[in-house]
């Protein structure tokens, strides 16, 4: 579960429902102004582009892996096979 936060600390951009049937997500780390952006590509439906700079903090990766481990922990007994 934590892939989403190992390629972007390996220096690797990430895509998050990247489908052909529907709208598309990616952060890449450098982006069209040189800094992280966030892109949504709608090819199918809308045929729209949305690319978002983003300022991430340099603890980002850290910290949300901090709150991965209390969603995980939370969820634990929901995720666990019986």
């Known amino acids: ?23 598309s997500v990616f952060i890449h780390l450098n982006g069209q102004r040189d800094c992280p ?10 045929m729209a582009t949305v690319r978002v700079p983003i300022d991430l903090p340099t603890d980002w990766i ?9 969603v995980l922990s939370a969820w634990d007994d929901h995720l666990s096979p019986e």
């Open 62 to 70: 850290e910290t949300h892996r901090h709150l991965l481990g209390f």
């Open 37 to 46: 952006e966030v892109v949504v590509d709608d090819d199918l439906t809308s």
């Open 1 to 23: 579960m934590g892939e989403a936060l190992d390629r972007p600390e390996a220096g690797e951009d990430i895509a998050w429902l990247h489908v052909q049937r529907g709208p």
